[in-house]
Structure formats: C-alpha cells, structure tokens
C-alpha cells in the first residue's frame, strides 16, 4: 500500500506531494493537467527506464520517492535475496540526472533495475490501456484463471516437477550430444592416445637419452682422449703419478724437521690419492665407452619419435605429453561408459515426464472445474457495467508441457446476443477490453493479495447507471486493497474516499502541475463542475450532493 508519494522535476511536475488513503482513491482534473503524467513517474519505482527528456528544469535531478506499507506482503525471501533490508515499511526511490545517470534506490540501498522490477510489480499493478489489450494475450488469460481457481500450491508443486523434467531432458540432450560428437572423434582419439601410450613416457629422462646418444657418438674421439690422459697420468716412467711418488718421498725424509714440512707431505700424499683415484675412474670410462652404432641408431629414433610428438601436441617435456596421454585415455572411458549413462539418463527422465504429467494432469482439471464458473462470473459482471449482451467462454487446451502446465487458455468473447463468441482480441473494443479487465480484477481481488491497484481512465466510454455500478464495485475491492482511479466522471469522484484534483498552475513562467486534495465545499464544487461546466448551476450542485450521498 503507497503511504505517500513525492515527485520532482518530472515532466510538467515541480514538486508534487500525496498521502493517498488506504482504500479508494479518485484523481480528476481536466484534459492535460497532467494527472498520465503522474503515471509514468510512478512507472520508474516499477523499474521502467527513464531519459533527460522526464526533467523538467535540465539542470536539476528528477526524484520519484515512495514509501510503502509491506507488512501485508510476504517480500522477506526477495529483500534477503538481493541483500536488503525488510522492515514494515519500505521507500522506493529513483533518481535522473542531469546527466543521464539513472540511479535506483530501496531502503537507500543503491539496486538495480531488474530488482526495483520484481519489488514494485509486487506493490503496484498499474492498469492502462496497453494493459487492456493485454487481456487478449494467452499467458495473462492463463494466469487470471489461476488467480481465480486459488490453487498456488498445486502451481508450485506442479512447477518443482517440471523444472526436474526440465532438468533431466537438459541432462539426456547433453549426453546424447556428447555421444554423438564422441563417436566423430573416437577414431582419431584412439589413434593418438595409442601412438602416445606405445612410445613408453613413463619414467622416460629426455635429457638422459640426449646425454647418453652424445657420448656415444663421440666414443672414439672420448677413447683417444682419456688414452692420452692416462699415458700422460700413470703408464710411463715419467708419469705424473710416478714423479708425485718421487716427490713425496723426498719431502717425507725431512717432514719432521718442521710443520710446515709435514703439511707439506700430507698433501702430497693425498694428491697422489686423488690421482690414482682420477686414473682409475679414467679406466674404467675407457673400458665403458664403446662405438656402438645400433645403440646411436636406437636411441636417434626414440629421441625422434619423442621430438615428433612434442612438436605434434604443441607440447615441450615428456610430462605433457603423459597428462595429455592420461586425458585421452580418460576421455575415451568416458565415451566407453556414455551408453550406460545414457540408459540411466532416460529412466530419469520417464520417472521425471510422469511425476510431471500427473501433476499437470491435475493442474488442468482444476483449471477446467474453475474456468466456467470464472467465464459466468466475468458474464454477471459485464452485464451490470453495460455491456448488456455479452457472452464469455473460457476454454483450457491441451498445449507442450511448460513450466506453467500443460494448458493455454483461449478466451472467446461476444458483445451481441445471438453472435458466436469469438477470440478476444479478434472481436473486444478498447471500452470492452477495459471493462472485461476491470471485471477480471474485481473477480479475483478478493483471492489474492493483490499489490495497490492503479486504474488510468477505467470508465472510457461509460456514464450513468454503468458508472455508478462500477464505483460501487471498486469500493468494495478498496475494503481489502489501496485503489487508485484516474477518472474523468462525476460518479467516481463522489465516490471516492479521497478526491485528489490534478491542475495546471499557470502564476510563475512555465506552467507546472499540481495536486490537492478535495474536501467539504471544494470537492462539491469541483464534481458540480464536472456535471455542469466551469459554471455550474444550482442543478449541479445538487447532483454533486447527491452523488456524495450516495
């Protein structure tokens, strides 16, 4: 429920405040005045997108302030959803810049537009023209019949299943996808992982390999070498380890004779230790190395198969190419065991289409228990706001299951007795669309916990009798929701709890819109006007007391 409502710099608004009364209240004023206007500032608490071209002074912000009464409404699992504070009342701001920049506000926490939508649709339904024709779309017809029927548990529980349906069909389309594309690639998948598999990486040293292959192709050159080094070393009478031996055994006659001298020999020894020791490992790589030309031929090809497969997979060390083996042979599991997941997959399914079926099954039956005594309702309605004549079916079709049920409802409507009914939006005037909607409203306000409902011109193309029958019905919607009625008839002015008159203040440079609201004397006069012009006789007066009376 709107507990106020402030508006600045929108359109033809300077400013404009009001504190609407719970129940039913009427807007009048003269073509103009700007009292749509109001409506489309109301618009952007419900998330609707805004331009500079809403600013009334260029060089000021735009403000459109609400505050709402929510303690009626279960809106906690939204608030906590989209990290908000939930108290009883709550303010919805929006804010246009000079600039441009649209800035959404709830409980002063700064929010999106998508958020402001799925709040505001909660706390207003703003009925227009456009939402008259709206009427003739399958989906609101659908969804009015539901309202009415009063089964949401049934719609919840019918709309869990789906989703698991939903989510199962999802589950077996992507495996059947997937085998589909498998079945393409495991040829080519194979032949990899087995070209890598048969090339044995496991435990495999690349650097090793290329180590071990340049050694023994420079084997004899390697032989050559350390033969010279030895000779030079250990196998001749003037060997590096026979002049060592000499040495030290000429340092060892005087080693006593000083510390240093028996350093001296310390060393010596262990040098010539060292050496025999060098000369031994010489050797024994002398012996070791060997020209071996099958061996330079095996290890050239194990390196190149190696070097092939690294430049192939676009790859640089032996352990990429084993994760990408091991990635292969785990895909190609995958697709060996992608039958048997498929077969599980579709029981899921079965189970999840039947719990679906059934549940819809029940769903459609008792839309179609609800939907002839919804059409007779919506008949009994019309006939008392003029439209004498007019016949309403409601037929549920069977329709592709969807996470609204397995339905689409078809509205078919006549104005003339003794005419077939036909669709809806096929046969329906503007005026009868407004008020077959107004008759879907009144039917299904006292089922659900409807939002502040906000009607713009109703009561086109109806006076008297009709018009009267019509405000008769909206105060009764307005004992259990906030009604808000633009209206150009004397009839919905007087019966209003509140009367707000919308005008043009013409006093300073530009003329701006205003609001006030109607009381004792003001508001006769003002209804008196509306029956008999800017100058209304004594009749009108008195009609405009009549209809306050009423």
């Known amino acids: 429920m709107i507990k106020s409502l402030q508006i600045k710099n929108y359109a033809l608004i300077q400013e404009l405040e009001m504190s609407p009364s719970p129940q039913l209240n009427i807007i ?11 409506l489309g500032a109301v618009g952007l608490l419900l998330g609707k997108r805004a331009d500079t071209k809403v600013l009334l002074d260029e060089n000021q912000k735009c403000v459109v302030e609400g505050l709402f009464d929510i303690s009626s409404y279960a809106l906690q699992e939204i608030f906590e959803r989209e990290d908000l504070d939930h108290e009883s009342e709550c303010v919805i701001r929006r804010e246009i810049s000079p600039s441009g920049k649209s800035r959404a506000f709830v409980n002063d926490t700064p929010t999106n537009l998508s958020v402001l939508k799925a709040i505001g649709e909660k706390l207003m339904d703003v009925h227009s023209q456009h939402e008259s024709l ?19 548990e049934l719609i919840t529980q019918y709309r869990e299943v789906f989703k698991i349906f939903s989510n199962a069909k999802k589950h ?36 090793k390999l290329e180590k071990d292959l340049e050694v023994l192709e420079n084997a004899e050159a390697i032989k050559l070498k350390l033969s010279q080094a030895l000779r030079a070393l250990d196998d001749s009478e003037a060997s590096i380890l026979q002049q060592l031996t000499e040495s030290k055994s000429l340092i060892n006659t005087i080693s006593s004779f000083s510390n240093e001298l028996e350093e001296i020999s310390n060393r010596l020894e262990s040098s010539s230790i060292e050496l025999a020791d060098v ?48 990635e292969l042979d785990q895909s190609l599991s995958q697709v060996a065991n992608l039958d048997g997941e498929i077969t599980k997959a579709k029981k899921e399914l079965d189970v999840a289409e039947k719990s679906m079926l059934k549940l819809g099954t ?78 879907v409203k009144y ?67 530009r003329s701006v819109s205003r609001i006030r609201k109607l009381v004792d004397q003001d508001r006769v006069t003002e209804i008196a006007k509306m029956i008999g012009g800017e100058n209304p006789g004594a009749s009108a007066v008195e009609s405009a007391k009549e209809l306050l009376q009423l």
Do not use: C, W
């Open 134 to 152: 709206q009427l003739g779309d399958n989906t609101y017809q659908l969804n009015a019949l539901d309202a009415f029927a009063a089964h949401p």
């Open 443 to 509: 039917l299904i306000a006292d089922k659900t916990a409807m939002p502040t409902i906000i009607f713009d011109e109703i009561d086109t193309g109806v006076s008297g009798e009709v018009a009267l029958q019509m405000i008769r019905m909206m105060k009764h919607m307005s004992k259990n929701h906030q009604i808000i009625s633009i209206s150009h008839l004397p009839q919905f002015a007087a019966g209003g709890d509140a009367h707000y008159y919308v005008y043009k203040d013409h006093t300073s440079d």
């Open 362 to 439: 029940k769903l459609s039956e008792s839309r179609k228990l609800s939907a002839l005594n919804f059409a007779d309702e919506i008949e009994k309605i019309i006939h008392q706001i003029g439209i004498e004549n007019g016949t309403v079916e409601l037929k549920v079709n069977l329709s592709e299951p969807d996470s609204a049920g397995l339905d689409v409802i078809e509205m078919l409507f006549s104005a003339n007795k003794g005419i077939k009914p036909q669709e809806l939006k096929e046969v329906a005037s503007g005026g009868e669309f407004s008020r077959l909607i107004f008759a």
């Open 172 to 207: 077996l389309n992507k495996l059947e996808s997937l085998a589909t594309q498998s079945a393409e690639d495991a040829d080519y998948k194979q032949f990899l992982f087995s070209e890598l598999n048969e090339a044995q990486l496991d435990g495999l040293d690349q650097e």
């Open 279 to 326: 000369s031994n490992e010489m050797q024994r790589i002398q012996d070791k190395v060997e020209h071996d030309p099958e061996k330079i031929q095996e290890l050239k090809e194990r390196l190149d198969l190696l070097f092939r497969l690294q430049k192939k997979h676009n790859v640089l060390t032996v352990q990429e190419l084993i994760k990408l083996r091991d």
């Open 28 to 38: 009048t004023g003269e073509t103009g005045a700007g009292k749509s206007i109001m």
